[in-house]
């Protein structure tokens, strides 16, 4: 069983389309994230969010929105994609009592807006 | 934020030892020391994480000198399957994710 699922791996869309990431856990944690690794392999965090708070990094343009239908999914929906926009997305899950197992990560998703 | 800096590369033969080291110069009080594995096209993955003194799990070993301004992973005993990239984190448990940097980390190469 894959503990942090991400669909679809890969997404190749045309500028302007609105366009949907899915992440799934089924390690029971507590909060949830989404990440952009960008062409230097750089890591950023753009959500983090819990049943209790919404945390955005404030660099991420409004065009980017998380979903969280439960407390196990934690979706990306983008408008109006862009060309720079194109990266691989990182979900993760991390339980805020267990440091011990740090952050998990899903297999990502490589997106590219042509 | 605590930046680090490690080797951007290595080789090392199977069946020996590796030890990657990481500086982490202006680690704060309340951070802990993280190392993740990451292969081609799959996202990073946990290995072990400490605060000081030395840390062993069943995969790696973590030793942080008593300053705390750097950290070894060592690797016992290789194979081909540990060519990986590894990344060294140092961030505040659990709010570290809010800033959560990767960099560039080091590009371990096992060779048969």
């Known amino acids: 069983d894959t503990a942090v699922s991400q669909t679809p791996k890969y997404l190749v869309t045309q500028m302007g389309n609105d366009k949907s990431i899915k992440c799934e856990q089924n390690?029971?944690?507590?909060?949830m994230y989404w990440y952009k690794q960008d062409s230097k392999k750089f890591l950023k965090i753009m959500f983090s969010y819990n049943n209790k708070e919404l945390i955005i990094n404030e660099t991420v343009p409004n065009r980017f929105s998380p979903k969280s239908p439960d407390k196990a999914h934690l979706n990306l929906h983008i408008n109006s994609l862009e060309l720079g926009d194109s990266a691989v997305y990182f979900c993760?899950?991390?339980?805020?009592?267990?440091?011990?197992?740090?952050?998990?990560f899903g297999s990502g998703t490589r997106l590219t807006v042509v | 934020l605590a930046k680090t800096t490690q080797p951007i590369s290595m080789d090392s033969y199977e069946g020996q030892e590796v030890n990657i080291t990481c500086s982490h110069n202006?680690?704060?009080?309340?951070?802990?020391i993280t190392w993740y594995q990451q292969f081609p096209s799959q996202g990073p993955r946990f290995i072990i994480q400490?605060?000081?003194t030395k840390v062993t799990n069943e995969v790696a070993s973590l030793f942080i000198p008593a300053d705390r301004k750097s950290s070894t992973l060592s690797l016992p005993r290789v194979s081909l399957s540990d060519t990986a990239v590894y990344y060294c984190?140092?961030?505040?448990?659990?709010?570290?994710?809010?800033?959560?940097?990767f960099g560039t980390g080091t590009r371990l190469t096992v060779i048969p």
């Open positions: 390690l029971g944690h507590d909060t």
């Open positions: 993760a899950s991390s339980q805020d009592s267990d440091r011990e197992d740090g952050y998990t």
């Open positions: 984190l140092v961030y505040e448990w659990p709010t570290g994710a809010n800033n959560l940097f």
């Open positions: 400490g605060y000081k």
């Open positions: 202006n680690i704060a009080t309340n951070d802990y």
